[in-house]
C-alpha cells in the first residue's frame, strides 16, 4: 500500500506536480505520424500531462505543438488554418509557426511591433518510429531521444496502435507489470494454445516474481516451475522509467518479435495507452498484423480512432461482459486481452485508492516500480537526472526461455536481455 500522500504524488501529473516535474523530463509519445499525413493537413488537438495543445504539419512537413490556447484572447488553436508555414487563429487571424513565434497579425496596425511581442507556448518535436513526440521540460535539460530498437527498425517492420483508458495512468503501468494477472483474467478455459511457452506459463498460478533493478528502471522475470526435468518456464520483462515496458509475447523471441507498451497520462484521470510490436529479424510484419498491433481485439472494430481512439467497450457497457462465457469460455468473460486489462483497471476509481490495498510477494515488480518513481520524483526535486533516460535503454530486449531448474536467470538471460542492437549509425533526429 502506498499512503494518501504517496499516492497522490505519483498519480497527479498536472504542471507543478511532483510526478509532472518528473514526466517533463523525458520525451513524451504525442501522436501517431499518419494522424497529421501531409504538409498544411488539418490541425489535431492533444491533451497530455493535464495540458490541452494542438499539433499541425506545417507547409514544409515540420510539425509544431503548441498551446491550445490562442495568446490573443483564448480562443482554440484547433479551428486554425494550416497554411504558409504557420497555423493562423481563425478569432482575429493572428498566426503562428511551428516555434510559437507570432509571424502576422493582420487585427494590429501594420505600424505596429506588437507581434514582435507575442508567442505562444511551442513544445519541442521529433519524428521518428511513426510517432510524433514532444519534449515539455525546461530547455537546458533536454534528454537524448529514447531511440530503442522498436523506433528504429523500417515502418513496415513495426506496429503501434493506441487507446484511451478511462483511468490513472499508474494503474494502467501496473497493470501491465503485474505478469501473475495472464494466468487469471486473461486466462481461455477451453484452452488450447498449443504453444509450448503458453502452455508453461498456464501450469503455475503463483509466478516466484524477482526484479533486478538497473539505471533505467528494473529487470524482472516471472519464474514458474514446470517439472524437475523441464525445468523453469521464466518470462521477463524491462521496466524503463517512467512508462515504458518491453515484453515477451509467447516464442515471439525466437521468431523475432518483441512488444511492449507505454502508458503515457492524458491528464491524472485518463491515460492513453500506446501497444507496440515490431519484428527484429529484418521480415516485414502483415498488414493485419500491424494495424491489431497490442490492441487485444480487431483493430478497427472496436477501437474507434474518429473519437479520439477509444473503444466501443467501456465502464458504461460493462466492457461486454458475457455471463455465460465466463462460465464456459474465458476467465474474464470480458472479449479482448485489452479490453479485459483496462475493464479491471478503469474499475478502480479514476485515481485507485492505494492506502486500502494489500499487496502480496507476486506484487514485488509493482512495489519497486513505486519505489523507482518516488526516488526519481526526489531526484527531479533534488536537480538531478533521472532513470531512463540513457542511451543504453536502445539495445534492451525482452525474453522468455525454459532454464534448467535453479539457474540464475540474470546470468543465463543477460547477452539477450541487453543485446547489442547492431544500428549502423547513432540515430539522429532529422
Ligand atoms: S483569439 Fe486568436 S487571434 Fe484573437
Ligand atoms: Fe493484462
Excluded at 515490431?278 to 498484423?289: A, I, K, L, V
Excluded at 526526489?378 to 532454464?403: A, C, F, M
Amino acid at each position: 500500500m502506498l499512503t494518501f500522500e504517496e499516492n497522490q504524488t505519483l498519480a497527479r501529473v498536472g504542471p507543478g506536480t511532483p510526478t509532472g516535474d518528473l514526466m517533463r523530463r523525458y520525451w513524451i509519445p504525442a501522436t501517431l505520424s499518419w494522424e497529421l499525413p501531409d504538409p498544411d493537413c488539418p490541425p489535431i488537438r492533444v491533451r497530455l500531462l493535464g495540458e490541452d495543445m494542438v499539433a499541425f504539419r506545417d507547409t514544409n512537413g515540420v510539425v509544431g505543438v503548441l498551446d491550445n490556447y490562442c495568446p490573443h484572447r483564448r480562443a482554440s488553436m484547433f479551428f486554425g488554418r494550416n497554411e504558409e508555414c504557420g497555423l493562423r487563429c481563425v478569432y482575429h487571424g493572428w498566426k503562428f509557426d511551428v516555434d510559437g513565434s507570432c509571424v502576422d497579425m493582420p487585427s494590429e496596425p501594420t505600424e505596429s511591433n506588437f507581434k514582435d511581442k507575442v508567442k505562444i507556448a511551442a513544445y519541442a518535436t521529433a519524428e521518428f518510429g511513426g510517432i510524433i513526440w514532444i519534449y515539455m521540460g525546461p530547455a537546458d535539460l533536454k534528454p537524448p531521444l529514447p531511440s530503442m530498437e522498436w523506433t528504429q527498425v523500417p515502418d513496415e517492420h513495426r506496429g503501434i496502435t493506441k487507446v484511451v483508458q478511462q483511468c490513472n495512468w499508474l494503474q494502467g503501468l501496473e497493470g501491465g507489470i503485474d505478469t501473475v494477472h495472464i494466468n487469471f483474467l486473461h486466462r481461455n478455459l477451453k484452452s488450447i494454445n498449443n504453444q509450448a511457452m503458453a502452455k508453461a506459463r498456464d501450469r503455475s498460478m503463483a509466478a516466484h516474481v524477482e526484479v533486478a533493478p538497473t539505471d533505467y528502471g528494473y529487470t524482472y522475470a516471472g519464474i514458474r516451475p514446470i517439472t524437475d526435468e523441464e525445468g523453469d518456464y521464466v518470462r521477463t520483462y524491462h521496466f524503463v522509467a517512467p512508462f515504458y515496458q518491453l515484453r515477451p509475447n509467447q516464442l515471439a523471441r525466437a521468431e523475432g518479435r518483441a512488444s511492449g507498451h507505454i502508458w503515457v497520462p492524458i491528464d491524472d484521470e485518463n491515460t492513453l495507452v500506446w501497444n507496440f510490436s515490431y519484428r527484429f529479424d529484418g521480415q516485414p510484419m502483415t498488414e493485419s498484423e500491424r494495424a491489431q498491433t497490442g490492441t487485444g481485439n480487431e483493430f478497427g472494430k472496436d477501437i474507434i480512432v474518429e473519437e479520439g481512439f477509444r473503444s466501443l467497450a467501456n465502464d458504461g457497457n460493462d466492457y461486454f461482459i458475457d455471463r455465460e462465457a465466463q462460465k464456459t469460455e474465458t476467465y474474464s468473460g470480458i472479449p479482448g486481452t485489452n479490453t479485459q486489462d483496462r475493464a479491471v483497471q478503469d474499475t478502480m476509481g479514476p485515481i485507485c485508492d492505494r492506502t486500502k490495498e494489500h499487496l502480496g510477494t507476486t506484487d514485488r515488480a509493482i512495489i519497486m516500480a513505486r519505489k523507482i518513481l518516488m526516488e526519481a520524483v526526489k531526484t527531479v526535486e533534488d536537480g538531478g537526472t533521472p532513470p531512463g533516460l540513457g542511451t543504453n535503454i536502445y539495445s534492451l530486449r525482452p525474453i522468455e526461455k525454459v532454464l534448467p531448474v535453479d539457474t540464475d536467470w540474470q546470468n543465463a538471460l543477460s547477452g539477450e536481455l541487453y543485446e547489442k542492437v547492431p544500428y549502423t549509425t547513432e540515430y539522429v533526429p532529422a
